[in-house]
Each structure stands twice: as C-alpha cells, then as structure tokens.
C-alpha cells in the first residue's frame, strides 16, 4: 500500500510565498519521475514543474523564475517552492509521483492542496 500525503497549500497574498510537500510512504522500491499538476476553477488541469530521478527540471511557461522543485529521495519527499505569487496561480495543487513497489511501475496522485492568492 503507497500513499502520498500532500501539505502546505493556504492563503496567502499576490507577492507572498508558499512551500508545498507531498511525502510519499509505503511499499516503496524505487521512484521515478515526480511532478506537480494544478487545477484552477474551470479549467484542466496543467503541469506546473516535473523532476526526473536524475534531478532534470521542467517547468511550465507560466511559472518559470518564481516556481521551484525539488526533491528528497531518503525521504521520499517532493517539494514546491512557490515564490512572487499571483491570483492566477489559484488552484488545487496535486503531486504526482511514478514508482514502484517491486512489481510494477505505476503513478500515484496526493489528495490535492488548496493555494488561494489574493490581489
């Protein structure tokens, strides 16, 4: 059994910061790739930045200078450092992490973190 607990997300204000977590426990023999999606209300849901095990980094246009990702592989862990924050980065912020419990490699989804931001 894998599950991803996601953390972090609030309200905060245009310019503000915020750091998302999202650990990953279980059955866990490797990870692969990990990423970050979004949804905001109405639309579909994007690629906000992505990880490989090898620490390549790939980020959507719109977050480019202000968004970070990183990870902690001896923890498990997949940060995102959300800086100069605007309205438009209002959403539902989900982690997306490709790994294995010995068997199989599959992508497991966090429950989602609310980030607000306010003009």
């Known amino acids: 059994q894998v599950q991803l607990v996601g953390s972090g997300g609030g309200s905060v204000q245009a310019g503000g910061s915020l750091k998302l977590s999202c650990a990953a426990s279980g059955s866990i023999f490797g990870i692969n790739a990990v990423a970050w999606y979004r949804r905001a209300p109405g639309k579909q849901r994007e690629l906000v930045a992505g990880i490989t095990s090898g620490g390549t980094t790939n980020y959507a246009d719109s977050v480019k200078g202000r968004f970070t990702i990183s990870r902690d592989n001896a923890k498990n862990t997949v940060y995102l450092q959300m800086d100069s924050l605007k309205p438009e980065d209002t959403a539902v912020y989900y982690c997306?992490?490709?790994?294995?419990?010995?068997?199989?490699?599959?992508?497991?989804w966090g429950q989602g973190t609310q980030v607000t931001v306010s003009s």
């Open positions: 997306n992490v490709n790994l294995t419990s010995g068997i199989a490699w599959r992508d497991y």
